[in-house]
């Protein structure tokens, strides 16, 4: 069965990103192949806070952006939202803008959703967080999403294979495995530059055919 899930600002950004760093090169792979599979089977959400952020973005991204987000449902943003954000601030879950991080992490919660997917790593996608926010809405008799990345959720074999249980999709589970469990010494960029090897090479050239 499909999962809901809400679709922050950062996965569109990341998808057409530019920046030739392998780091930045390699979450754009990473939230292609996740985007690929997830809108296959899940329900992608999102809501006019995100495209208020990517209208922020400087041309011809932010209009690839708003196209890539074209067929998605965006979730109403109400006075419960509203107020919940202002509970995410005062408790300092949140940074102080009630139109960004706060707002998003609102409507996921309000909404239901059973994911709320960012690589934003500092406020949402946080695992250090992710306790405080669980306090917060539990009090506030909310249950809260998960709160993942793109390649957490490609990491998650059981999540791919139920997707898409296809040979080159396991391909793909078994490369992001390997970056995703490698050694503390194997640095981001390190990983990030195994995108470029032979062997994602090979596996690009296998998925196209």
Known sequence: MGKLIYVET???SFYFETRPAAQMQARREWTREWWDIATLR???VTSLGVINELNHTPEPKRSE????????SFLDITEEADDLVEAYIT????????AGDALHLALATIHQCDILVSWNCRHI??????PH?????GRLGYETPVL???LELLNQKAWIQSHHPHPKTTALTGFVTYAATSPPSLTTTRIASVINCEKWKNFRSMKAG
């Open 91 to 98: 408790n300092k879950v949140m940074p102080a803008d009630a």
């Open 125 to 130: 996608a946080n695992a250090n967080k992710t």
């Open 42 to 44: 899940d329900d992608l």
């Open 10 to 12: 950062s996965i569109p």
């Open 65 to 72: 952006c708003l196209e890539l987000l074209d067929c998605l």
């Open 148 to 150: 993942i990345t793109p």
């Open 133 to 137: 926010i669980r306090r917060i809405n």
